[in-house]
């Protein structure tokens, strides 16, 4: 049975945006547990302790979904913001929005476009990257054709973890899916045969950064 896929975060970020004079600023994290989702919304609640709200949601696995409103009208807040994250497949992120009122009101239509907005911009400037079963290779290569190697492990995806210079190189790089056994198809043209990778180990990581329209 396959593992599922979904995506998760490719880094912190944080958006801020000004409505009506309320001022909403969006933090987001990739987290692994609710311990660490805790802290950031501790620390933000400690940082902006002079903010009217401070908003959030965590998504971990697929079990663990909490929210809360943290004052703004029930449902306004922390189920649009959690919305944003089911709507994209994106899990294991904790997402806080910050607002200071600015002395109009925005009705529950109003508030509830402002705090997805705000998730939404967050995510948008964190991107997104999708979990997958990554194969870890280790190869030899003579030093003219390292650029090309590299060239090669990217055009499939992969990311080039470590090179160890000596008589030759060695290159250690992690590719997705079936990228190892194309890494040596490739290999085998360019250096006749020279070159053989040897899977050292798989990993369940997050790919590349993809873009969150």
Known sequence: MGIKKFRVPYEIA???FVEKRS???????PVETEEEAQAHIKAMKSQYYDARHNCW??????NIVRYSDDGEPQGTAGQPMLKV???ENVTNVCCVVTRYFG???????????????????ALSAAGAATMGLWSQVSLHCPY????RVKLEISTLGGLVDNTNYGADVTVIASLPEDGAQRLQERLTELS?????????GENY????????E
């Open 103 to 121: 002395g109009i009101l925005l009705g529950a239509g109003g508030l509830t476009r402002a705090y997805s907005k705000s998730a939404k911009d």
């Open 14 to 16: 944080e958006s801020e």
């Open 57 to 62: 949601c965590y998504l971990i696995g697929d």
């Open 205 to 212: 990581r997050p790919g590349i950064r993809e873009e969150v």
């Open 23 to 29: 001022r909403f600023i969006g933090h987001i994290w």
């Open 144 to 147: 003219p054709l390292l650029e």
């Open 85 to 87: 994250f089911q709507r």
């Open 192 to 200: 006749a045969g020279g070159i053989l990778l040897q899977i050292v």
